[in-house]
């Protein structure tokens, strides 16, 4: 396959890149230094650097940074990716990178670049009459860019893809509670009979773990509003305009409808990612409820005759590809391998924070970044499938949930007010060793005040 080239120089050289594509030189050096993982920034957080992109621009152009004809170009070259959705393969570079995303940063300034020339009828990589660094690039670093980018793909996904799926299974879930609002059943503490307990409060439960998660995911937004914009290399605003910051932020509020704010330490926000790192523990926390649901309910809904079958888990699949008619509980199987990947993402952004953040730049970026996201459309996608495939159809078992209830010695803890501890705990070993119920136990029973110990089984 001989596929034409052009000859591209920067200060270490010559290189060839392939001359249909419209990244450059920088990109190319990219690909050849870091093939790593065959993996690629995610759209979302492509199409937010190119967002970032234009706020600056557009900064630049009122503050006569840029000459009113070529940001006009370059805007149009923009709004391709942003809007058009066009060139979003030209963004080829790994995610295991420099630690400032630096090269994915110069990818996207190539690419509007020569766009941009190439809209002016100019060929590809000759850097005129639109420079990568000296128009797309100007007043920004990587270094505050990058993390600016980095907040805005977070709000985002977490706006537009993880609430909604929450609020859904909210929804859904409170239309369970009101559904199992009269069922009893018997109550498990360390996996084994305790007191009943409505069905409904154990899903109640989990309604208010998720409310909880999702209003403290809310509260977050505050600080990833602010963003070092401006800051440039080190937080200092080198090379920017003295207005760039305030202008450049303006612009990004109003292209985006959020309400951005500059970072009153610009340094913080470049050299350190608390604010990702808190986001991160949240999206844990919540995964961590909706691991402990989808447990609840595989355990609940096993069996379907050796198990406690409480549940009547929607049929979706055939379980074996040797025992036939088995189904498993597979929703909840895949919900909680979802969530165990939050917390491994969760573990890598701790980890990134402590290690990536040293003296005035935090060089973990793109991992950061990266996790975050991943963990956000995870458990957005796992989420919406166990609630459409699973928790929708759930129903339960009625019969089998009375026949536990019959047999639950627990019961005897009702008594235990009439005639102690000690006389409660011999009727439930006797009822236990004998394989009878609490109240036939009773009901044999030579207690004087046996109706009035029948009674009280039965409220």
Not at 130 to 147: A, R, T
Not at 242 to 262: C, H, M, N, P
Not at 300 to 307: E, N, T
Not at 310 to 338: D, F, W, Y
């Amino acid at each position: 396959m001989n596929e034409k080239k052009r000859i591209e120089k920067d200060i270490l050289g010559e290189v060839e890149v392939p001359e249909d594509v419209y990244w450059g030189i920088n990109t190319q050096r990219a690909i050849l230094n870091f093939q790593i993982s065959g993996k690629q920034f995610p759209t979302s957080f492509i199409l937010s650097l190119a967002t970032v992109k234009k706020a600056c621009l557009l900064a630049n152009i009122e503050l006569n940074q840029i000459d009113d004809d070529i940001g006009k170009v370059c805007e149009q070259a923009i709004d391709n990716i942003i809007f058009e959705k066009k060139f979003l393969d030209q963004f080829p570079v790994d995610i295991f990178q420099t630690g400032s995303g630096t090269q994915t940063n110069m990818n996207m300034n190539e690419v509007v670049a020569n766009r941009a020339s190439e809209i002016l009828g100019m060929p590809k990589g000759k850097k005129q009459p639109i420079h990568p660094n000296d128009h797309i690039n100007l007043g920004q670093s990587s270094n505050d860019v990058i993390p600016t980018a980095m907040h805005l793909s977070t709000i985002r996904s977490i706006k537009e893809e993880l609430l909604p799926a929450i609020k859904k299974m909210r929804d859904v879930l409170n239309t369970k509670i009101s559904e199992f609002s009269k069922i009893i059943k018997v109550g498990r503490t360390h996996l084994e009979d305790a007191v009943p307990i409505p069905l409904s409060m154990e899903f109640s439960v989990y309604e208010k773990q998720l409310m909880d998660g999702e209003k403290r995911l809310q509260a977050l937004f505050s600080s990833l509003l602010s963003i070092p914009l401006g800051g440039t290399a080190v937080g200092t605003g080198i090379n920017t305009h003295k207005y760039f910051s305030e202008t450049a932020v303006r612009y990004l509020s109003d292209i985006t409808g959020l309400q951005f704010i500059s970072n009153p330490l610009k340094a913080e926000g470049i050299a350190s990612h608390n604010a990702l790192a808190v986001v991160s523990s949240n999206l844990k926390n919540i995964a961590l409820s909706l691991m402990k649901m989808a447990n609840d309910i595989r355990w609940m809904g096993s069996g379907p005759r050796a198990g406690l079958g409480e549940l009547i888990l929607h049929r979706n699949e055939p379980g074996s590809s040797i025992m036939p008619g088995k189904i498993n509980p597979t929703q909840s199987e895949m919900l909680m391998q979802v969530c165990l990947q939050v917390l491994g993402n969760d573990t890598i952004i701790t980890s990134a924070e402590s290690h990536g953040s040293v003296l005035d730049l935090n060089t973990m970026k793109p991992l950061i970044i990266v996790s975050i996201l991943n963990s956000i459309i995870l458990m957005a996608n796992g989420i919406t499938s166990f609630t459409e495939n699973l928790l929708k159809n759930l129903k339960p078992n009625i019969e089998n949930i009375k026949k536990h209830m019959v047999r639950n010695l627990m019961a005897v803890t009702k008594l235990t007010p009439i005639i102690g501890y000690d006389k409660a705990a011999e009727l439930a070993m006797k009822a236990h060793e004998t394989d009878r119920t609490i109240e036939e136990i009773v009901s044999e029973s030579d207690l004087k005040n046996k109706d009035e110990l029948l009674k009280s089984l039965e409220s």
